[in-house]
């Protein structure tokens, strides 16, 4: 019996590994301290991020924030309950599917975002402000790229159509 063993495939992956080993710990860095300055903020990420993606998309069930979240139903529910127990989102009954739960985002919940990300913008900004001017620029030439890669992100993690 012979037995083969193939290379993996790193026709679209091998110019790209150079590329994701220099970003990797940066990102990683960055995360790191992003965090760490997030706990100045009456809110986690994890409520951040639930405000904000509702804001952007309006009232969701909660299969679906849990699905744009990149987590678990359950996870999901208990941050909602949350950040509902602080008055910024509604639970509300389904109407096309009983069994069904939806959330909304308050008015003080859609206040309380936009003063959150506003305060977080202006923290980041002043650290960009640190660079030259040459050096936000080429971030700025970035930011098509970074969305690009985000929703190749998204993407694959909403599996195949």
């Given amino acids: 019996m012979v037995t083969t063993t193939r290379e993996p495939d790193t026709g679209a992956?091998?110019?790209?590994?150079?590329?994701?080993e220099q970003f990797r710990p940066i990102l990683l860095?960055?995360?790191?301290?992003?965090?760490?300055?997030?706990?100045?903020?009456?809110?986690?990420?994890a409520q951040t991020s639930i405000l904000h993606t509702l804001a952007c998309h309006g009232r969701l069930r909660m299969t679906d924030l849990a699905r744009l979240e990149n987590v678990r139903v359950p996870t999901t529910s208990n941050s909602v309950s949350v950040i509902e127990a602080m008055g910024y989102v509604e639970r509300e009954p389904?109407?096309?599917?009983?069994?069904?739960v939806c959330?909304?985002?308050?008015?003080?919940?859609?206040?309380?975002?936009?003063?959150v990300l506003a305060d977080r913008d202006r923290d980041f900004a002043e650290h960009l402000g640190r660079l030259t001017g040459e050096q936000r620029e080429l971030?700025?030439?970035?930011v098509p790229a970074f969305n690009a890669l985000l929703d190749a992100f998204d993407a694959a993690s909403a599996g195949p159509a």
């Fill in 13 to 20: 992956v091998g110019p790209a590994l150079g590329l994701a």
């Fill in 29 to 45: 860095r960055l995360d790191l301290l992003v965090r760490r300055q997030s706990t100045q903020y009456a809110l986690s990420r």
């Fill in 94 to 100: 389904d109407e096309s599917d009983r069994r069904g």
């Fill in 103 to 115: 959330v909304r985002l308050t008015d003080l919940g859609r206040a309380r975002i936009e003063q």
């Fill in 139 to 142: 971030l700025s030439a970035a």
